[in-house]
């Protein structure tokens, strides 16, 4: 049953759609807008990781990149939401673009380790330096203009605004991975060399990927300063580059789907598990040991098959 939701992008957006109204509803507006936003995150670092075979220890370098380019745009030079916003997915592909010439020739340990490790200089950066224009600690409050019914202050209008750009990642992603371009991807990730014999440049795919991954990792950041008005040091810690690898461990690498079904999971587990136990990171310990061992294809690759 669940096998045919995703050959029918119709389904997909549907089932996504509906499964956020109600969880919506039934919640916490703002806590599933944290959600909806996050499931993009994850679907722009799974398509590295899922759909080309690199991990990173780093995204959260370009999740914070596209943050404070939103935020620092609407704070020093004009609070435009929609510039703002374009700003930030410039800025995350921007920077994708001028590190991924370097990032891009390594692979495996290195590619993680070289993007742990720009991460950690970013944060250095957006901490001390650049403080003058980011902050510093205290980081920056946002306000955001507002045009008739367009306004960021109204949390449900935030709501319906992400959940519309979290159906247009997953359309945009899913006729992506499913091109001739997404299924060289695939390619490479399962052979590099014996696509390599056969007369594509694998570089020049990868490269682009790490830049389209840089992008919608970039517009979720930048989700993230318009949905709390605010930004600071938190949203580029190198530490929390942990929770995307465990949502798209947790949902299934390799499928849109299964990155928001692990984003959701993940948001679920870390906010509702801490308000009942002290220790709840032990418990998310054991469930990554247990997907990385015991359930590889996670809980949508899993489903399924139902």
Known sequence: MFSKVEKYPALTL????????????STSLPKITDFIIFCIFVIGFDLLYGHMGQLSFGHMLYLGAGAYGCGMFAYHVYPDPFLSLLVGVLVGAGLAAILGLVVVKTSHAAFALLNLA????GAYLVLSPLHTWTGGEDGLSLFF????????SDRT?????????????VLLVVRLVRSPYGILLKSIKENETRVKFLGYNTYMYKYVTFIISGAIVGFSGALTSLNLA???????????????????????????LGAVVGGTAFMTISNYLASYIVRWEMFLGVALLAFAFWFRKGIWGYARKL
Request: charged share 10%; with cysteine.
């Open 14 to 25: 549907a089932l996504i759609a509906v499964s956020f109204l109600i969880f919506g509803y």
């Open 118 to 121: 720009l991460n950690e200089v």
């Open 145 to 152: 203009k507002s045009y008739g019914f367009i306004n960021f």
């Open 157 to 169: 209008f935030r709501f319906y605004f992400c959940l519309a750009a979290l159906l247009l990642v």
């Open 230 to 256: 605010y930004c600071n040091t938190s949203l580029m810690a190198p530490s929390r580059n942990v929770e995307v690898i465990f949502a798209a461990l947790m949902g299934g690498a390799g499928s849109v």
